[in-house]
């Protein structure tokens, strides 16, 4: 992959649930890494949930390989998050990774 396609530096966030003594679970998150990347839009979509609209938008993010990333990941994107809902390696070597992920813009 050129480096020139990277333009984008980004966030990639690992959750961390811990349970209080009352038995209250919070998660936060943790960078796992922050890398440059290439960002396309792929879709978009409406709804009406919950006496509210909102919006789903899909991206294709490819980064280099290295970085262990999964579906329960997200990304931080100034100031906005995606969610990554898939990792697959393009070429089955590890040098370039392909995250689906979902923005819920609500």
């Known amino acids: 992959m050129r ?7 980004v966030t990639i966030q690992r959750a961390t649930e811990t349970q209080s003594d009352s038995g209250e679970v919070s998660r936060t998150w943790s ?14 979509a409406e709804a009406f949930r919950s006496g509210k609209i909102r919006a789903d938008v899909g991206f294709l993010v490819t980064i280099r390989g290295g970085v262990a990333a ?16 898939s990792v697959a390696d393009e070429d089955e070597r590890g040098v370039t990774l392909t995250l689906g992920c979902n923005e819920v813009v609500e």
């Open 70 to 85: 999964a579906p329960s990941d997200r990304i931080s994107l100034s100031g906005r998050t995606l969610e990554i809902v």
């Open 31 to 44: 960078t796992l890494a922050t890398v440059w990347a290439d960002i396309k839009p792929t879709s978009g």
């Open 3 to 9: 480096a020139g396609k990277l333009r984008h530096r």
